[in-house]
C-alpha cells in the first residue's frame, strides 16, 4: 500500500531541471573530495602518533610477555604506503560529518517532512554504531586475538642429550614475532571495519521494518538462516582462531535480537498512527 502524506506535508523545494539536480550533485560531491583531502593532509602530518595509537594493543600485548614492541619493513617504500594508508583512514573518518552533511543536503529537497523525520535518526545512527563497533573491535577483540596469535611463540634453546656415550645436540627452533607493519596495519584495519560494520545490523533491518521491507515475525522465523549466515561472515572477515570467531558470532547474533526487538517496536508504532487515522481496525485488519 503506497504511504499516504497528508497536504501539509509537503517537500520542501519545488522541483528543479534534471541539469541542475546534476550541477548540485557535482557540487556536493566536490566539496565532500575537498573536505577529505585535506582531512587527509592533516592525518599524513600526524600519521606517527596515529600508528602508536593502532599499535597499543600490540604492544601491551608483547609488553605481557616481556618482549620489546617492534614491526618491521619488508620493502624500502614501505614505510611510506603505511603513512599513505593511515592518512587515508584518519581522512575519512574527520572528514565523514561534512561528507554525510552533504550527501543529506542534497537527499533531503525530495524528500516530505515526514520522511526527512523518519531518516534523519538513522543517519545519525549509523556513524554512531560503526564507531562503537570499531571501539569494541579495538579495545576488546584485538587484545585477545593478539594475545592468542603470540601464545604461538617459542624460545630457542639447545639441548644436549647423550646417546651411547657420544654428545649430541637436539636444536630447539625459536619462533619470535617479527610482524611486517604493512600485515599489522591491514589486519588492524579489517577488524576495525568488519566489527564496525556488523554493528550496522540494527539501524539497517529497523530501517527496512520501517520502510515494509522486513518484518519481526519473518525475522523470528529466519533465526536459523541468521545463525549460518552469521557464522559464515565471522569465518570470511576474521582470522582462523575460534575465539574472535566466537565473539563476531556472539555479538553479531546479540545485535539481530536486539534488531528483531527495534522492528516489532516501529511496527507497533506504526500500527497505532493507522488506528488512529481510521485505516486499520482493532483486529489488525
Known sequence: MPAQHPKEDTIDDSSAPLIEHLAELRNRIIKSLLA?????????????????????????????????????????????????R????????????????????????????????????????????????????????????????????????????????????????????????????????????????????PVLLTLMGKAGLVSAEGLKNGRKWAVVGILTLAAFVTPPDVITQIILFVVVYGLYEVSIQLVARVERKRNEELRAEGILDEDGA
Open 86 to 201: 593511515i592518512a587515508m583512514l584518519g581522512g575519512f573518518v574527520l572528514a565523514f560529518p561534512i561528507i554525510a552533511t552533504q550527501m543529506w543536503r542534497f537527499v533531503a529537497p525530495g524528500l516530505y517532512r515526514s520522511e526527512k523525520s523518519a531518516f534523519l535518526p538513522f543517519l545519525v545512527a549509523s556513524p554512531g554504531m560503526f564507531f562503537l563497533g570499531a571501539a569494541f573491535a579495538f579495545y576488546v577483540v584485538t587484545p585477545l586475538a593478539f594475545t592468542f596469535f603470540l601464545g604461538f611463540q617459542q624460545p630457542g634453546a639447545l639441548l644436549g642429550a647423550e646417546v651411547e656415550g657420544e654428545a649430541s645436540a637436539l636444536a630447539q627452533a625459536g619462533i619470535t614475532f617479527q610482524g611486517s607493519v604493512n600485515e599489522y596495519l591491514a589486519l588492524t584495519t579489517k577488524f576495525i571495519i568488519a566489527f564496525g560494520l556488523c554493528f550496522q545490523l
Open 36 to 84: 577529505f583531502v585535506v582531512a587527509m593532509m592533516i592525518s599524513f602530518y600526524f600519521w606517527n602518533p596515529i600508528f602508536n595509537f593502532l599499535t597499543s594493543p600490540l604492544c601491551d600485548a608483547l609488553a605481557a610477555r616481556g618482549q620489546e614492541c617492534g614491526l618491521i619493513l619488508i620493502q624500502l617504500q614501505e614505510g611510506f604506503f603505511v603513512a599513505v
